[in-house]
T-cell receptor, first 113, second 113 residues
Framework: EAQVTQNPRYLITVTGKKLTVTCSQNMNHEYMSWYRQDPGLGLRQIYYSMNVEVTDKGDVPEGYKVSRKEKRNFPLILESPSPNQTSLYFC????????????FGPGTRLTVL | AQSVTQPDIHITVSEGASLELRCNYSYGATPYLFWYVQSPGQGLQLLLKYFSGDTLVQGIKGFEAEFKRSQSSFNLRKPSVHWSDAAEYFCAVGAQGTYKYIFGTGTRLKVLA
C-alpha cells in the first residue's frame, strides 16, 4: 500500500531534550516536506527536500533541522525543543513537481513541557 | 508576498444542502491551487487541483472548484452535502518555479442531520 508513515504518532518531551520524528514513504517520491499545524494558523511549511541531499527552508524553519540521506526517509530533528514547538506535525511527499499531488502522513502530535 | 485567505473559520450546513467554501489568494503569477480535506485525526487528502485550462475543476467526493482570476478566488463547492463531509478544509497555493506551498488557515465544516 502506498503510504507515508511517521513515528512516533504522539510524543511528550521536556524542553531541551533532542528528538527526531521520522518520516518514510514507499512511493519513490523525489519531493518530501514537513509542516506544522497550529490552531488558527493552518499548515505552515518547515522544510522541504527536492531530492537526496537537497533541502531548503520553508516559512518556519527556526529550531528545526532535516536531512535527506535516502530517497524514502526525511527525518525532522529538534535539537533543543521549546514549548512553542508544541504542535501537530505532518510529513508529505510527492513525485517531483509542485503540481504533483502531495500525500500526507497521519501526523505526529508533539508536546514540549 | 503570497498568501491564502479562507475567510470562514466555521461553516454549518444541513445534510443535503449545497456548500461553498471561500478561498482567496494573493500571488504574482498564475498560481497552482489546491483544496485538501482533513478528517478528524487524519492527515490531509487532496480533493482537487488547478494549474491551467478549464477554470471549473472536478475533484473527488463530488466536489468542484472554480478559478476566477479577476477575483483571485478558488471557491470549493458541493451541490449536496453528506454527513461524512464534516471535516476541515484547506486551500493552498503552490509557488511556480519553487517547491513551496502556502496553506490557508482552514474552514471547519459541520453538517447537521
Amino acid at each position: 500500500e502506498a503510504q507515508v508513515t511517521q513515528n512516533p504518532r504522539y510524543l511528550i518531551t521536556v524542553t531541551g531534550k533532542k528528538l527526531t520524528v521520522t518520516c518514510s514513504q514507499n512511493m519513490n517520491h523525489e519531493y518530501m516536506s514537513w509542516y506544522r499545524q497550529d490552531p488558527g494558523l493552518g499548515l505552515r511549511q518547515i522544510y522541504y527536500s527536492m531530492n537526496v541531499e537537497v533541502t531548503d527552508k520553508g516559512d518556519v524553519p527556526e529550531g528545526y533541522k532535516v536531512s535527506r540521506k535516502e530517497k524514502r526517509n526525511f527525518p525532522l530533528i529538534l535539537e533543543s525543543p521549546s514549548p512553542n514547538q508544541t504542535s501537530l506535525y505532518f510529513c508529505a511527499s510527492s513525485l517531483a513537481q509542485v503540481t504533483d499531488t502531495q500525500y500526507f502522513g497521519p501526523g505526529t502530535r508533539l508536546t514540549v513541557l | 508576498a503570497q498568501s491564502v485567505t479562507q475567510p470562514d473559520i466555521h461553516i454549518t450546513v444541513s445534510e443535503g444542502a449545497s456548500l461553498e467554501l471561500r478561498c482567496n489568494y494573493s500571488y504574482g503569477a498564475t498560481p497552482y491551487l489546491f483544496w485538501y480535506v482533513q478528517s478528524p485525526g487524519q492527515g490531509l487528502q487532496l480533493l482537487l487541483k488547478y494549474f491551467s485550462g478549464d477554470t471549473l475543476v472536478q475533484g473527488i467526493k463530488g466536489f468542484e472548484a472554480e478559478f476566477k482570476r479577476s477575483q483571485s478566488s478558488f471557491n470549493l463547492r458541493k451541490p449536496s452535502v453528506h454527513w461524512s463531509d464534516a471535516a476541515e478544509y484547506f486551500c493552498a497555493v503552490g509557488a511556480q518555479g519553487t517547491y513551496k506551498y502556502i496553506f490557508g488557515t482552514g474552514t471547519r465544516l459541520k453538517v447537521l442531520a
